[in-house]
């Protein structure tokens, strides 16, 4: 029988292929009619100049000091070149950190979006919002943070260096095996996630191998859609609110703590959920744990949070702060439970499950 569900809908315009980025004016005038505020990060300021160049007259102005974990002083002061620069809108082009800084704008000012993902990172979906504020991080989730266009150009994917192509693929694939067991999960997340899977296991060994394969970067990106897309209809659980410690207490880099974290907490996951996840053991092979993390290696991703820096002083109050407050999770956990969870982890144990 069909579990009921609820599906959402979804309300964010894709575009996908290979040079749309040349697309972007017309998208431009297409949602608002008015000029846009470019946005990047300091190393994507020349990508950032060529989205400025296509708007034209329609390019308000650059600000291209976007920050990882959307800072609010960073905000404050993108917030004010928005407003000065007459804008109605934002076009942000880069990876998360850029999404999360064109989210933060439109929540303050009510801008429309355009985002031009250059990573796996699947923010560009989402209706969620992570900002730091005195060392601490936050998130919300709320509609108006869900960018109204989104452009994927698959060429420029084609020079993200591999190292973070393939840290980045795991924190996509991290969204859909989250998907699959989230207490919203619903048949059309369900079918993307396993989609997104498919198109990685199949796509990220092409890259890494040669990481100018077009075919194989198209399927890469694709993946990323799909997951970013179900990541933004469906509730977080263990995996997220783990990195989330981690990347927020600890400062530990985004994509690689998924990457490290994914195959133990999926295979910690796995237990109680075996129907959900054993798609994901046919997927990548073996054990669901196992099978990710067989992935993760095999595509030369980091493996140990030892090798971030972590002590095993920290993984003891990384178990304590994540279970300060309850969440949602399909199988119980308690302290000891999680400090076990990340001592596998530090190691860079193959997980049985
Ligand atoms: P990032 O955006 O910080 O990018 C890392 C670096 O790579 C930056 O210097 C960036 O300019 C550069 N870069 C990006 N694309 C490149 C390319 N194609 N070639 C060369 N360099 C490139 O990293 P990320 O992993 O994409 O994003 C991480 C951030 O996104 C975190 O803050 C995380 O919390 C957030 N995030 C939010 C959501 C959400 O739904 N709100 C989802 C996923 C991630």
Partial sequence: ?????????????????????????????????????VVSTPQQADQARAVADRLGTAAAGLFTKAAMHTPIEVTDRAVDAFLR?????????????????????????????????????????????GET???????????????????????????LPVAMTVTSALNAIAHGVEGLYARDANPITDMMALDAMRAFRDGLPKVVAAPDDHDARAKVLYGAWLCSTALGHVSMALHHKL????????????????????????????????????????????????????????NGAPLRLADLGVTEADLDRAAEIATRNPYDNPRPFGREEIRSILGAAWRGDRPET
């Avoid at 290979?18 to 505020?37: F, K, N, P, Q």
């Avoid at 934002?90 to 031009?116: E, F, H, M, N, P």
């Avoid at 991080?137 to 108006?144: I, V």
């Fill in 243 to 298: 990195c989330h410690v981690l990347g927020g207490s600890f400062g530990l880099p985004h994509a690689d703590t998924h990457a490290i974290m994914l195959p133990h907490t999926a295979g910690f996951n796995g237990v109680a959920v075996p129907d959900k996840l054993a798609p994901v053991a046919e997927i990548f092979g073996g054990s669901v744990g196992g099978g990710l993390w067989d992935f993760a290696k095999s």
């Fill in 1 to 37: 029988m069909t579990a009921p569900f609820v599906f959402p809908g979804i309300s964010t315009r894709v575009v996908f292929g290979s040079g749309t980025l040349d697309l972007v004016a017309d998208e431009l005038a297409a949602l608002c009619h008015r000029a846009a505020l």
């Fill in 85 to 129: 620069s007459g804008a109605a809108c934002v076009v942000a082009i880069g990876g998360g950190s850029t999404v999360g800084l064109a989210k933060a704008i439109a929540t303050r000012t009510g801008a429309d979006q355009i985002v031009i993902p250059t990573t796996y990172a699947g923010s560009e979906m989402t209706d969620i919002l």
């Fill in 133 to 159: 504020a005195q060392g601490e991080k936050t998130t919300r989730r709320d509609e108006s943070i869900r960018p109204e266009v989104v452009i994927y150009d698959v060429n420029l994917t084609l020079g």
